[in-house]
């Protein structure tokens, strides 16, 4: 499964080309033109905290979602003519440890899901 990573910031200044430059195509997909598997996306952010995730695969009989938050369907965005009007966006890693240093510094403010609780009761 793919995702496209796609900061909130690039998002806001998107917009601000939008709001600042009236396209005439204004109606548009927004995100990154490079699709990622949501495995490398999970070892991209491991590695901002120094770790190396370990996989387990959850078969149909499981469902997905009580172990990861991303539902088990893929779609890519085309993004051309967010590209026509704005192409510099913010890398995954600079993206990702923008986020991660977020996090750190936000820990108490994130609803969490107990994933981990989960793993532990369904796969020990």
């Known amino acids: ?17 939008i709001i600042n430059n ?25 590695a901002c905290f120094d770790k190396v995730p370990s996989f387990v695969n959850v078969y149909d009989d499981i469902e997905q979602r009580n172990y990861f938050s991303f539902y088990n369907y893929e779609y890519y965005l085309d993004v051309q003519r967010q590209h026509k009007i704005f192409s510099d966006t913010i890398s995954l890693e600079e993206g990702l440890k923008e986020s991660a240093e977020w996090y750190l510094a936000n820990e108490k403010e994130v609803n969490k899901k107990p994933y981990f609780d989960y793993i532990d009761k369904h796969l020990t």
């Open 22 to 46: 009236k396209p005439h195509k204004h109606i548009l997909n927004a995100g990154n033109s490079e699709a990622i598997s949501i495995k490398y996306w999970v070892t991209k952010c491991y």
């Open 1 to 17: 499964m793919k995702v496209q990573f796609f900061h909130v910031r690039d998002l806001c200044k998107l917009m601000e080309v």
